[in-house]
């Protein structure tokens, strides 16, 4: 089970392991040419180069492996404006016959304020030291909350209940692959060097919401003053300089990476790929349930990680393709 430091919003589903009780043109001219191949519809080309990574420190997680920032050179590459969504990732599960691993395993994680009192029949017990998340029998991407639930009025959010083999298995499907670390981190920034969110320093310039995070006390009261109080459709809130929405908040993102605090200290500045292996996969962007006074992993530096085999209703992904040379 992933420690409490590391899991405000995650938790670990296991097989083996039982539940306890730019600018704007520029932006739209990528979309134009990308738009240009139907395999590469909604994804926006990034000319890569060389850029700022990680965190000076301040507001950050050491332990995280977040700093030092240190310079990484990309080659050009696609990736998706949004977060794959309910519709796509329903095409490809009645394209293939898909099934999650939470809906192999049974069950996966539902967070507290979701859990109504029909559900009492499929709990199977709360997460230690996180008894915000309640692991629900059946529990999946196409029903959230659980039995009696549904995304009809979601097909346009962020697909949930997806573990990183789950993703994996999608972008095979679609031609596509996971985004690195260094990817992710790039596209997220937004051209904007060493800022903490993809729009800049300030969370709330002039008092506007610009993601979708924790609103009040965090377990307590959601108060939603940014407009939701679970996940919002994958194309909210204003795009960063590269076109990208909701790269902070919303639902964490499986990257490819194995996870590695100390990887990025000490690996490749070109093109780095992470470890080539460990016991947990890396997800960055935070979600809506990111609160500063728990975890501020919503800043475009942060990490965090879980096993290839967990899922929640608060993680999803994107996509990426490389450029034919």
């Known amino acids: 089970m ?5 899991a405000e919003e995650t938790a670990n589903v296991s097989s083996t392991v039982e539940a306890e009780a730019g600018s704007g043109a520029q932006a739209s001219e990528n979309l134009n040419a990308a738009g240009t191949d139907k395999a590469r519809e909604g994804m926006i080309l990034l000319p890569g180069g060389t850029f700022w990574m990680g965190n000076t420190g301040k507001d950050g997680f050491p332990a995280d ?20 969504t309910n519709r796509q990732f329903a095409e490809f599960a009645e394209a293939t016959g898909y099934r999650t691993e939470a809906e192999k ?19 199977m017990g709360q997460v230690q030291g996180t008894p915000w998340w309640f692991a629900v029998k059946g529990a999946f991407w196409n029903q959230p909350e659980g039995p009696g639930s549904a995304i009809s009025d979601r097909m346009d959010h962020p697909v949930v209940h997806v573990t990183w083999n789950d993703a994996a298995a999608y972008c095979k499907w679609a031609g596509k692959r996971l985004p690195t670390e ?10 904007l060097d060493r800022n903490t969110y993809p729009w800049g320093n300030e969370l709330t310039p002039d008092g506007n919401h610009m993601c979708n995070i924790w609103q009040g006390t965090f377990p307590e009261k959601n108060t939603a003053r940014d407009g939701y109080v679970g996940t919002a459709p994958a194309k909210s809130f204003e795009p960063n300089g590269y076109g990208l929405y909701n790269v902070s908040g919303n639902v964490w993102e499986w990257v490819s990476d194995w996870f590695s605090p100390s990887y990025y200290k000490e690996g490749p500045a070109d093109n780095p790929q992470g470890p080539a292996k460990g016991d947990r996969r890396s997800m960055r962007g935070g979600s809506y349930l990111c609160h500063k006074s728990y975890c501020n992993r919503y800043r475009v530096a942060a990490r965090n990680a879980n096993t290839p085999d967990s899922s929640s209703g608060n993680i999803g992904f994107r996509c990426v393709t490389d450029v034919k040379r």
Do not use: H, K, Q
Request: charge should be negative; glycine fraction near 10%; include cysteine.
């Open 2 to 6: 992933t420690s409490p430091a590391n």
């Open 65 to 84: 492996g977040e700093g030092p920032v240190r310079e990484v050179n990309l080659n050009p590459f696609y990736i998706d404006a949004c977060t794959v």
């Open 105 to 123: 395993f049974g069950w996966s994680y539902v967070f507290d304020m979701f859990v109504t009192p029909r559900l009492t029949p499929f709990l």
């Open 182 to 191: 260094a990817e992710w981190e790039y596209a997220a920034r937004g051209g």
